[in-house]
């Protein structure tokens, strides 16, 4: 299960039993169910959709397609009952208004029906130097949740509904990214499998193409947790298996980083153009590099130092440099690197931008455009200009905490992050924020 299938697995188990919904929301990509060894793979890689799909049991009711445009979305296998809306824009519920100088913030405003409920992945966002978006999900109405993509502001560019149980299908990791939309697509039964969609933006909402499904076999006790999509090629990570795979929009899948016999684990970090970065963990922590599909070459292996967690605008590459690992996790110190953009060691030209303020690694980490953040222990967020060094620091609104939302990205001129009451039931966001640099106080 992934952070963001954690955190949308407990809310909306929450929000149930508020309702008072019969509803067992544990859903997740991890542990495979009793009875799939031995399928046919053959069986979990099939569209599914142009022979079966809207023909199972419950699946024969028409939909109301509202505003939104609900229609159900082919491609899945014959048990996914999975909306998608081809008017998303009707969605937008999302309230743009001032916090302050150079500040702005997003506040849901959703029907209260029931209980209401809006919450942004954990650090699931990006911005590619024109619009900003993140992901959320927003529910419980009729046992129904719907996860969404908005851009920066307040405009839902891509929205999918479903039920929330254990046994059916719903949308895990999603993205955006240079007019394209990419996502994934969890079957937890019958056998288990998880499918990987995309579509370019300029596409209708219910064109998404299977790329490739992973089968029960290949995913083990694993699941599909990071997805990133450029207009050539989609990457995922699966997790704890520790195996980054690039995939080409003619469905070509190649294992690029991890899973080898030597017990080497690959995070996934960063996908530009064609080239995919990714942290190794193995007797040392360095970054490497999968060109156009091709398997994984080292790129940054500090001498007496480890590298993690890349991240880079297409101009720029950013990442982790610790010293001193106490633990995979922890370290003496940390220091924010910096070089320009390069998919082979040569071309690097690698400068330290500042100490982070802790030594523990920040998987939430986002960095572009010449800034970097960083979520600090104290609940607050460090942000580092990559010019000088100097550091800023935000904080989330009063009576808010991250872990309702957190940095979600680093955008040319203004940082976006989420937050939301600590003791709030089922936890949720009540603020998306935008702060602009120049609004800052640097030190």
């Known amino acids: 299960m992934t952070a963001s299938d954690r955190t949308r697995a407990g809310a909306l188990a929450a929000a149930a039993m508020a309702l008072g919904v019969a509803c067992s929301c544990g859903r997740t990509a991890g542990a495979p169910d009793a009875g799939d060894a031995g399928r046919d793979a053959g069986d979990a890689g099939r569209d599914g959709g142009h022979r079966d799909a809207g023909h199972d049991a419950g699946q024969d009711a028409a939909v109301d397609p509202g505003p939104a445009g609900w229609v159900r979305l082919g491609g899945l296998p014959a048990a996914c009952d999975i909306e998608v809306a081809t008017n998303p824009e009707a969605l937008g519920n999302l309230r743009e208004v001032s916090c302050g100088p150079g500040c702005r913030e997003l ?20 911005h590619d130097g024109t619009t900003g ?4 999900t927003h529910g419980i109405s009729d046992g129904r949740a719907v996860d969404f993509i908005s851009d920066d502001r307040g405009r839902v560019v891509a929205a999918w509904r479903s039920l929330v149980t254990p046994d059916d299908c719903y949308v895990g990791a999603h993205t955006r990214a240079l007019g394209t939309i990419g996502f994934t697509v969890n079957a937890p039964v019958g056998p288990r499998r998880s499918l990987v969609l995309f579509r370019l933006e300029s596409e209708a909402p219910d064109a998404a193409r299977v790329l490739h499904t992973f089968t029960s076999d290949e995913l083990g006790a694993n699941g599909l947790q990071r997805l990133l999509s450029q207009p050539g090629r989609v990457a995922v990570d699966m997790q704890p298996g520790g195996r980054v795979y690039s995939l080409a929009l003619d469905g ?17 970090d960063a996908l530009s153009g064609s080239a995919l970065f990714y942290t190794l963990w193995g007797v040392d922590h360095h970054i490497g590099v999968s ?7 080292v790129l940054i292996d500090p001498a007496g130092a480890d590298a993690d967690m890349l991240r880079t605008d297409g101009v720029d590459l950013y990442w982790q440099q610790g010293y001193g690992r106490i633990t995979d996790g922890r370290f003496e110190r940390i220091e ?16 330290r931008i500042a100490l982070a303020p802790d030594g523990l690694l920040d998987p939430r980490f986002r960095a572009s455009f010449g ?25 989330p609104p009063d009576g808010t ?8 990205y680093v955008g040319p001129e203004e940082l976006a992050f989420g937050s939301g009451p600590l003791r ?6 009540t603020h998306v924020r935008f702060v602009r640099y120049d609004a800052m106080t640097w030190e």
Do not use: C, K
Not at 338 to 349: C, E, I, Q, V
Not at 374 to 394: H, P
């Open 424 to 429: 709030s039931f089922p936890p949720e966001t």
């Open 107 to 126: 506040e849901p405003v959703w029907p209260r029906e029931g209980l209401p409920y809006f919450m942004v992945a954990l650090g699931v966002g990006g």
């Open 291 to 297: 060109v156009g599909g091709a398997p994984g070459t």
């Open 401 to 408: 905490v991250l872990s309702h939302g957190g940095l979600l």
């Open 371 to 395: 800034y970097a953040a960083w979520n600090m222990i104290t609940g607050q967020i460090a942000v580092f200009r990559a010019s000088d060094g100097l550091r800023a620091v935000v904080t």
């Open 336 to 351: 924010i690197w910096t070089s320009p953009y390069a998919t082979d060691p040569a071309g690097l030209r690698p400068r």
């Open 133 to 136: 978006h993140f992901t959320a």
């Open 252 to 268: 070509t899948t190649r294992l690029v980083a991890g899973g080898g016999s030597s017990g080497e684990i690959a995070f996934l």
